[in-house]
Antibody, heavy 120, light 110 residues
């Protein structure tokens, strides 16, 4: 069974940094692309970033470019999102999501999310 | 404002059928596969349809997907109260080099 467990969410002040992690299990991690998708309170889904199976290709939403960095450690079956210069509008539940090999491939399984709150 | 356009809400009675539309452009729906996700209240999204019209194992045949040109449609037959949820379409946008989602449609089973 596919299992994705996010961690690292917290209350942080604007301008600060935060690193999210996702521990994956139940599948061969390095066969799949991985993504971060967020959902602000009472809002819809917003794709943040994706990384292909070997980390050779990454993609970011315009809202994340220059501030967020996605990475993965296939030896540890883990996905990361380093977020810097955080803004109040980054407040959201951040989901770790599995994708199909390449960043453009279909997205299927979702974790339960980790909450990031940016406020002074 | 979402790249993909969905109606904010739809409703129907138990046992009836409902369709949810998702409109895009040639850079997303027109040239890429569409997926659909169901988000029950207070839970994470769940994979419902992939590659426009395929159902993952465990998804009932009551759920169906289709695509024509730059639009996609999710159909749900035999509506149940347990189907009340938010539904999202999503696909890759080749021009943006980004995944895009619709704004979501709230289904109410009256």
């Amino acid at each position: 069974e596919v299992h994705l467990v996010e961690s690292g969410g917290a209350l942080v002040q604007p301008g600060r940094s935060l690193r999210l992690s996702c521990a994956a299990s139940g599948f061969t991690f390095d066969d799949y692309a991985m993504h971060w998708v967020r959902q602000a309170p009472v809002k819809g889904l917003e794709w943040v970033s994706g990384i292909n199976w070997n980390g050779g290709r990454v993609a970011y939403a315009d809202s994340a470019k220059g501030r967020f960095t996605i990475s993965r450690d296939n030896a540890k079956n883990s996905l990361y999102l380093q977020m810097s210069s955080l803004r109040p509008e980054d407040t959201a539940l951040y989901y770790c999501v599995r994708g199909l090999i390449e960043v453009s491939g279909m997205i299927d399984y979702w974790g339960q999310g980790t909450l990031v709150t940016v406020s002074s | 404002q979402s790249v993909l356009t969905q109606p904010p809400s739809v409703s129907a009675a138990p046992g009836q059928k409902v369709t949810i539309s998702c409109s895009g452009s040639s850079s997303n729906i027109g040239n890429n596969y569409v997926s659909w996700y169901q988000q029950l209240p207070g839970t994470a999204p769940k994979f419902l349809i992939y590659d426009n019209d395929k159902r993952p194992s465990g998804i009932p045949a009551r759920f169906s997907g289709s695509k024509s040109g730059t639009s996609a449609t999710l159909g749900i037959t035999g509506l149940q109260t347990g189907d009340e949820a938010d539904y999202y379409c999503g696909t890759w946008d080749s021009s943006l080099s980004a995944w895009v989602f619709g704004g979501g449609t709230k289904l109410t089973v009256l």
